[in-house]
């Protein structure tokens, strides 16, 4: 049942639980985000990769102190929330149902509407958090630990899929590259850091499906190429160091390739990037070398899963918020099942 006082929503409270980050943040219409805390689970490391069990444990732990410090740094009484915004897919199912059950539980209790996000819509929106946002329309690259998509936006809510991963995401690809290479968790920012003392022209990687036409992307055979030449070659830190670089850069390559293709095909100018991977440094240096002044990210410290990405998208469709106290999460969504958004995008 949607809320009849969903139009004059301008203050929302957003609640990640997707994976192995607790985000909880405030956002309000003209403000922005007024306060943030996000908490990474840092127990899996030990495992190399996300334990859903202990995921959900956590975020468990964690969401109630946090909601409560994040209105009380904003000086936000309950009462002043016009809507409790939370990820309801896709991701991790036992995860989805914490933050769902939190979320739907809270808005009950202060007698509040909830909104339904959806996570990777919640990325591709983040940059409009930024002080200079880009203007519609424009082409998405979502790049994280589970997707990497290119998406068509004609508006908020207007998406059409222009190419995606046929398996591994780029961020499954540096967390298992990672692993191989005896290094921690989350990969990403592992194999970047020892990226930095290798060379990245020492040995010859694919760039997968980049000599053939089409939008999707293949990250497993350059995994495997990864993995084979470790096996060969890596016996000392500099070659680690080396087939770090030439893999991180064989990943870059590939993303600017594709990223420009889908300006060329959609005949667009503007790109954003967003998703843990965005936060990559050698991705974002080829990028805006590639498209000068074209580029959009969202901020680095909301790259990650966050709650301020929920809560500007729960502001987006606050038309859609509906009466607290149903409990439902989609592990699977794919994002063009959304529909259309007629609000007006934030000032």
């Not at 006082?5 to 007024?34: F, K, M, N, Q, W």
């Not at 990820?87 to 933050?99: C, D, R």
């Not at 591994?168 to 003392?197: I, N, S, W």
């Not at 096996?231 to 030439?246: H, N, S």
């Amino acid at each position: 049942m949607q809320s009849q006082s969903t139009p004059s929503v301008t203050t929302v409270l957003g609640i990640e639980t997707s994976c192995d980050e607790t985000g909880v943040a405030l956002y309000r219409h003209g403000d922005g985000i007024v306060a943030q805390a996000v908490h990474t689970q840092l127990d899996h490391a030990k495992y190399g990769g996300v334990v859903p069990e202990l995921a959900s444990r956590d975020h468990v732990r964690k969401l109630a102190p946090m909601i409560r410090q994040v209105l009380d740094e904003a000086g936000c009484r309950p009462a002043a929330i016009d809507a409790v915004a939370y990820t309801a897919g896709p991701g991790l199912a036992g995860a989805l149902l914490v933050g769902s059950a939190v979320a739907e539980g809270y808005a009950r209790g202060i007698g509040r509407p909830t909104i339904a996000v959806h996570h990777m819509e919640g990325h591709l929106l983040s940059p409009m958090l930024e002080p200079d946002p880009p203007d519609f329309p424009f082409v998405a690259l979502l790049v994280s630990g589970g997707h990497t998509m290119l998406i068509e936006v004609r508006a908020p809510g207007a998406y059409r899929l222009l190419g995606e991963t046929l398996d591994d995401a780029a961020g499954e690809a540096f967390d298992k590259t990672a692993r191989l290479l005896g290094l921690g968790y989350p990969g990403g920012p592992e194999v970047a850091r020892l990226a930095e003392q290798g060379n990245a022209e020492r040995f010859d990687f694919p760039r997968p499906m980049t000599d053939r036409p089409g939008l999707d992307f293949s990250f497993s055979g350059l995994k495997t190429h990864t993995r084979l030449l470790i096996q060969r070659e890596a016996g000392d830190p500099q070659t680690r160091a080396d087939i770090a670089a030439g893999f991180e850069r064989a990943v870059v390559d590939t993303l600017v390739i594709k990223c420009r293709r889908a300006l060329k095909q959609t005949r667009l100018d503007r790109l954003i990037v967003a998703g843990g991977v965005s936060a990559n440094r050698r991705l974002r240096q080829a990028l805006d070398a590639k498209l000068a002044g074209r580029v959009y990210y969202p901020p680095l410290a909301l790259c990650t899963d966050n709650g301020a990405m929920i809560a500007l998208a729960g502001w987006y469709r606050r038309a859609e918020a509906g009466q607290a106290g149903k409990v439902a999460v989609r592990p699977r969504w794919p994002l063009d099942e959304l529909p259309p958004l007629t609000e007006a995008a934030p000032a």
